[in-house]
């Protein structure tokens, strides 16, 4: 009998031990960035494997994803980019950013018209270039609870799920780039030049 309530009381303290180490892991897990890899870097040629079961650390990986996204203020942000070559992308458009597209083994069905306009990427920071790109995209992918879906885009989701799709096959927008790349800073420029113009 004595055995037995040491045990139980050895349990008890480890169960208390286990709660204070969740909290402490919840308040790290709050926001966890991931370095992006710029162009040049190799893991951005390589081609991603599928993703074949959402284990606690592809969840992981893409709640890392989502906080380095938004940190970075991008709109989109494939998992080659953070160093991991699977076939995992999130998106989010939206201008409050509070709609995270989670897309796990995505593949484009259907894409319709053109667009053609300027296109940056988080791993080529402060450039930008002119790419043409289907005006709408039909694309299927899984979420994060392993549930297929099916999801339809125009002008910058479609852009989006193209360019970030692009990644997972070892490919970026600068080999599809329309002239050179320019500045960001020079785009500003130019752009708040012609809306003076337009206004005149
Ligand atoms: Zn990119």
């Not at 259907?110 to 053609?116: A, C």
Request: aromatic share 4%.
């Amino acid at each position: 009998m004595i055995t037995f309530s040491v045990e139980i009381n050895t349990i008890h303290v480890y169960n208390i031990d286990s709660e204070d180490l969740f909290a402490e892991l919840e308040m790290e897990k709050e926001m966890a960035l991931r370095n992006i890899r710029e162009y040049g870097d190799d893991v951005l040629a390589k081609e991603c494997r599928a993703v074949k079961e959402i284990t606690p650390r592809v969840k992981e990986l893409v709640d890392d994803m989502l906080d380095t996204m938004y940190e970075a203020n991008g709109v989109g942000l494939a998992a080659p980019q953070v160093g991991v070559l699977k076939r995992i992308v999130v998106i989010d458009v939206s201008p409050e950013g509070d709609q995270p597209l989670i897309m796990i083994n995505p593949e484009i069905l259907e894409t319709d018209g053109e667009q053609t306009g300027y296109e940056g990427c988080l791993s080529l920071p402060g450039k930008s270039g002119v790419v043409t790109r289907p005006n709408y995209v039909k694309a299927k992918a899984t979420d994060i609870d392993g549930t297929e879906y099916i999801v339809e885009g125009e002008e910058l989701l479609a852009r989006a799920i193209c360019h970030e799709l692009d990644h997972l096959d070892g490919h970026m927008y600068v080999e599809k780039v329309e002239g050179d790349l320019v500045d960001n800073e020079d785009l500003v420029a130019q752009q708040e030049k012609e809306h003076e113009e337009a206004a005149d």
